[in-house]
């Protein structure tokens, strides 16, 4: 049978192009649901308060940094989006005195323009962000070397060679609208894609690399980034890739539902949970690492029941 057509942009896939059954299961799971789909590989965390969620998201980064030595050099792989870890992680750096020296630090993703990274000058810099927040409010004497520091470039080359020879302890992410980590989001529906999306193990060969956004990425951003002026959103980015997620020893997703509803929560851990892994929902793909954690803030679960407003 066909796939469907998306009922959101119909040039590309999403998850809207799922079986129904799948879509209609997902909306269907309660909170007790949603806890029992933790299995091997895969666990389901919820946090009560948000300040709780946040400081387990920046103990992360502390916990990964800790495990850096001069023989064993470690990292974490962090998103912008969420954002209001960065400032805990460069307290407790500074409280604790945690010298950085060893520690790498990898950016998921940057904005893509006129052929290059934006620059840290552009307003919706991920790197202007990570530096501001996080890095620059560190002591001076416990900064990581800005050698440590690897923000994803049009030219990929040394973004790709610095996961080489370093152990990167985690991997973060939040969970965007089209069910996208770091901007691994569904492709055009064209050419050999025109119908059936990429086979799993063709997506997961993917790199770090320059990606077209789907609309809905792009409208997403404009809300959570800039207002809702979709004009000042750029439709490129250099996103890390699947190839570099699977070096991570752990991929730790953080959803306090700013960045997705109650449906989208529902339905990529249902998937990952039941091993349903299918590139119009890129988020699924985890579902063969070997290492995941949902993190949830429990009062953003919430339920997909029809309510008026």
């Known amino acids: ?45 919820f946090y009560d308060t948000l300040e709780e969620f946040y400081l387990a998201e920046a103990l992360e980064y502390i916990m990964a940094w800790k495990q850096a030595t001069a023989d064993d050099p470690a990292g974490i792989c962090g998103p912008i989006g969420p954002t209001e870890q960065l400032p805990l992680v460069a307290r407790i750096v500074n409280e604790l005195g945690l010298n950085l020296k060893n520690a790498h630090f990898w950016g998921m993703d940057e904005w893509y323009m006129a052929g290059k990274e934006v620059p840290r000058t552009h307003p919706l810099s991920f790197a202007k962000a990570d530096m501001e927040l996080c890095f620059d409010r560190i002591d001076n004497k416990l900064k990581m070397p800005v050698s440590n520091i690897h923000f994803p470039k049009a030219d990929v080359t040394e973004y790709v060679k610095s996961w080489q020879g370093v152990r990167c302890a985690i991997m973060q992410g939040g969970q965007g609208d089209i069910k996208h980590w770091a901007f691994n989001d569904p492709v055009r529906r064209e050419g050999k894609y025109k119908s059936e999306p990429p086979k799993p193990e063709e997506y997961r060969r993917l790199g770090t690399r320059v990606v077209d956004l789907h609309p809905v990425t792009v409208m997403q951003n404009a809300r959570t980034s800039g207002g809702g002026v979709v004009t000042n ?51 699924s793909l985890l579902a063969g690492h070997p290492k995941v954690q949902f993190n949830f803030y429990r009062p953003a679960i919430g339920t997909c029941e029809a309510e008026m407003h």
């Open 1 to 45: 049978m066909a796939r469907k057509i998306s009922i959101l942009a119909p040039d590309w896939w999403d998850y809207t192009t799922l079986d129904d059954q799948v879509l209609n299961d997902a909306a269907k799971l309660t909170q007790k649901d949603l806890a029992g789909l933790s299995r091997e590989g895969f666990k389901v965390v």
């Open 233 to 283: 959103v750029p439709t490129k980015a250099i996103t890390v890739g699947p190839v570099e997620t699977w070096k991570a020893e752990k991929v730790s997703i953080w959803q306090a539902g700013m960045h997705d509803n109650p449906f989208g929560m529902r339905l990529t851990t249902l998937m990952i949970s039941k091993k349903i892994a299918d590139s119009s929902v890129p988020m």
